[in-house]
């Protein structure tokens, strides 16, 4: 499976003589894929033979100040360097996004940007280390400092990895072999050319490596200099050269190893030969020796990592998928070394580790329910040797990945392979992602963080040895060491960090259990916990501000997308703030909420708002609130905005009218549930004004006029006599029995009561009644029965009493239920049952019944 070199362009065909004389001067590279088993393998004889006095490694430099803890015994991958540096950049003041011109409102603000270099035991860089800590070869990191990265036209908004492998991925070269070789994608293609090859092929490292160089030079080939320029490669292909470069002039006889992302290499032989060694000149190195010193505004972190989270197909932005996998593979590549190449073939080898694995997915399948079937001796032995002849059909040295899904689908699955349920691959991916989590030396230094955290949570007295949950009572009220306490645990569960869940406790956000005066969490310190945290410290280096940032992120994105109004998400994030402790931003927000209020259109919105700040009110004192007077204020405002807003109840569809309604009821609440501190006797009477003021308009919103006149009379704002004038009015439209009926159920809707104790209102319905055709009872019967549903129990049965006493009925003849049958009714319903039974058996019902 060697790639053939016959038909190269010659400038590859240059580059090959060009990395051949560079062996002659002690320069070797070695063009890897980023956690490539079989890279790793070739990379360990190179060095083996070769053995250098330096190796060096395409990572930030800014990594020599960790170099100890990366060699350091405990250290067990899967681990990563966390790379941080802060950049001072503007951000918008307000909650809104500002404009391109809006300059006024920005302010300076220094931003953590973070990236991930991640290393498995199977990465060639990682092997680099280990070998050169065994053989006492110098290490050194040749890729522009973090910083310096982050000033190049890179997308930062993005989790990033500093082995990004892109451009592989959309090369038009790779996308072309796939067609060729029938591969499903760039993953496959490799598999089928690299990791595939027999053990022996992989050691002889002279070819593998240029098979390695030649697939990546043939894919940079797709892309312009500019283009590699814009994206950041060019900057930091040339810190590279320098660094190679200063090394071989100041220690010529220094014996060299390169190990970088295969995709550098062509760039990095080219700049250093040119028909001779090429060092750099006196400018290069100036330029070189001020960048190295940037490296010195990095902050990096030796952490753990995961199987899971270096997974490709969980969206890591490099290497291989299905680290589990791959870590047996490179197991097995070890175990063949050690055994000397005497009990078994590599091939033997790649067939032991499919039937191992599939025996392990085998036996995970097995233990749901719903596959307990699937996966029996017989599937098991076909998809083994399945997998054997589809690697002999593909021509490789024993079964890969992706022979061993095939076969698993082949043989496992017995339904259509679009009915195959969602779960049966995630155990797949599961068993083949793994998660194993890496180990780091006790007592180093972790990300800010993470340590910011842990301290916070000790110096409120959480218990943190061990990882089994607790429960916590906080008294939020009474003990103001408490109420810090929860302002953090609401900080945490804000932020997802995963340490407490609320078990009980007021709601202020949605208004709920507003009087239990304590709330209790459960809450554990585990590992987990600690990875989210890792992964929140690429945001920055303070939970309150990382917070901050994704309230603003938040509001951006939900106002652009028009999810929420302005004036909801602010008082929203107000009420988040002020359980958080945020309270710059929550003073903020609160000088930015009058403006909303006044340009919000929607009373519904309008009305959630006011209800949240109630709500803020009632918790003044557990939220510790100072600007009492402004909510005050506000509170006010969202009222007068409210009654500009009523002209909304004008609309006449039905939909519109039923939700109207609701908000109508919900205004209502508002007003009574409004502070004592504002003047809410005249809020309420202005409130009737203008409601009174819209009756005139509201001749075809016939549902929210009978609500109007009901509440009006239950608030006293409508006199008994003015409401039965009112009604009589509604009633006697006798040819609109649809208006009249939804007037009837605006009421019902609003004081269901009113039918029992106003007789007017049960006479006019009865009358009514009267007057109707079958068929328009029927029609208007869903409506009727809708109105009567807001009656309870007790209100249907004095309603049944009234009306008996006005029809001369007696009680008895109120009960449906019949206690005792004679003779001949009994007879009656027997015969009638088995005529009914008889044609259902005709109509062939009889199963359809059943179910």
Request: with cysteine; charged share 20%; glycine share 4%.
């Amino acid at each position: 499976m060697t790639i053939s070199h016959s038909l190269l362009p010659e400038r590859l065909s240059k580059a090959l003589q060009s990395l051949k004389a560079l062996q002659l001067q002690q320069i070797y590279f070695a063009p890897v894929r980023h956690h490539s088993p079989a890279c790793s393998y070739a990379l360990k004889h190179l060095i083996e033979e070769v053995q250098p006095t330096h190796i060096l490694i395409e990572a930030p430099s800014s990594f020599a100040t960790i170099i100890d803890q990366l060699l350091h015994g405990d250290t067990k991958p899967p681990i990563a360097v966390l790379c941080q540096t802060e950049i001072s950049t503007f951000q918008p003041t307000t909650l809104l996004d500002t404009t391109e011109d809006d300059t006024d409102n920005l302010t300076p603000e220094s931003i953590t940007y973070s990236a991930f270099y991640p290393f498995c035991h199977y990465s060639p860089e990682w092997l680099a280390m280990q070998m050169a800590k065994k053989q006492q070869a110098n290490i050194q990191f040749i890729d522009l400092p973090w910083n310096l990265q982050t000033d190049l036209s890179i997308d930062l908004e993005q989790d990033r990895s500093l082995l990004s492998e892109t451009y592989l991925k959309h090369s038009q070269y790779i996308q072309c072999l796939m067609q060729k070789l029938h591969c499903r994608d760039h993953d496959e293609v490799w598999e089928h050319l690299f990791e595939l090859k027999d053990y022996e092929e992989i050691a002889y490292w002279q070819t593998f490596f240029v098979d390695t160089f030649i697939w990546c030079a043939m894919s940079r080939l797709d892309y312009s200099q500019e283009s590699l320029a814009a994206e950041g490669s060019a900057q930091r292909e040339q810190y590279m050269l320098s660094a190679i470069g200063e090394l071989k002039k100041s220690n010529p006889k220094a014996k060299i190893v390169v190990v970088t992302g295969g995709f550098h290499t062509l760039a990095l032989v080219e700049g250093l030969w040119k028909n001779r060694l090429i060092l750099p000149k006196k400018a290069d190195m100036t330029q070189f020796n001020r960048q190295q010193k940037s490296g010195d505004k990095d902050q990096t972190w030796l952490i753990r990592y995961s199987f899971d989270r270096l997974d490709a197909l969980n969206g890591y932005a490099s290497g291989m998928p299905s680290p589990a996998y791959y870590q047996t593979t490179w197991q097995s590549m070890l175990d063949y070394d050690k055994s000397a190449n005497e009990e078994q073939t590599g091939r033997e080898n790649r067939q032991r580790q499919t039937l191992t694995l599939l025996s392990e997915i085998a036996d995970k399948l097995r233990q749901q329910s719903n596959y307990n079937n699937l996966t029996g001796f017989v599937p098991l032995k076909s998809a083994i040797e399945q997998a054997i002849l589809l690697a002999d059909l593909r021509g490789h040295n024993g079964p890969g990945r992706y022979d061993l899904l095939d076969a698993i689908q082949s043989c496992f699955i017995k339904e259509s392979i679009d009915n195959a349920r969602s779960e049966f691959w995630l155990t797949i991916r599961d068993c083949l992602s793994g998660n194993l989590l890496g180990e780091v030396p006790i007592g180093i230094a972790q990300p800010p963080l993470v340590n910011d955290v842990y301290l916070t949570l000790k110096k409120y007295r959480f218990k943190l040895d061990d990882t089994n949950q607790k429960l916590t009572h906080i008294d939020i009220y009474r003990k103001p060491d408490h109420r810090q306490r929860s302002r953090f645990l609401h900080l945490m569960t804000f932020l997802k960090v995963g340490f407490a869940s609320r078990v009980d406790g007021p709601d202020y956000i949605h208004g709920q259990r507003l009087n239990v005066m304590f709330e209790d969490w459960r809450y554990a310190w585990t590992p987990m916990v600690e990875a989210r945290l890792i992964e929140l410290s690429q945001k920055g280096t303070k939970l309150e501000h990382i917070a901050i940032s994704k309230m603003q992120m938040d509001a951006k994105q939900f106002i652009q997308n028009n999810m929420v109004s302005a004036s909801l998400l602010a008082v929203e994030q107000l009420t988040q703030a002020a359980l958080m402790g945020l309270d710059d931003y929550f003073n903020h927000i609160l000088d930015n909420l009058a403006d909303f209020i006044l340009s919000e259109g929607e009373l519904d919105s309008l009305i959630h708002c006011g209800h949240r700040m109630v709500y803020l009110w009632q918790g003044q004192t557990f939220l510790q609130l100072k600007a009492t007077s402004t909510l005050l204020t506000l509170l006010n405002k969202i009222v007068q905005q409210g009654f500009f807003l009523l002209n909304k109840l004008k609309q006449p569809e039905i939909e519109h009218q039923q939700q109207n309604l609701q908000i109508l009821l919900s205004f209502r609440d508002l007003l009574n549930y409004l502070p004592d501190q504002l003047d809410i006797k005249q809020l309420k009477q202005d409130f009737y004004q203008n409601l009174h003021r819209l009756q005139s308009e509201l001749n075809e919103v016939s549902l929210i006029r009978g609500a109007i006149d009901s509440i009006s009379y239950l608030d006293s704002y409508f006199s008994q006599q003015q409401l039965e004038e009112n009604i009589n009015i509604n009633f006697s439209l006798a040819a609109q029995n649809e208006q009249t009926i939804n007037y009837f159920i605006g009421i019902m809707s609003c004081a269901p009561e009113l039918v029992i104790h106003s007789s007017i209102l049960l006479d006019s319905l009865d009358k009514l009644l009267i007057d109707w055709s079958a068929e328009q009872f029927i029609k208007i019967l869903p409506d009727l029965r809708l109105a009567f549903s807001q009656l309870n129990p007790n209100q249907n049965a004095s309603l049944a009493e009234k009306i008996a006493k006005k029809y001369h009925i007696t009680d008895a003849d109120l009960h449906l239920q019949q206690y005792q049958f004679s003779e001949n009714q009994l007879q009656k319903a027997l015969s009638l049952e088995l005529s009914i039974s008889e044609h259902i058996k005709q109509q062939q019902l009889t199963d359809w019944f059943k179910h």
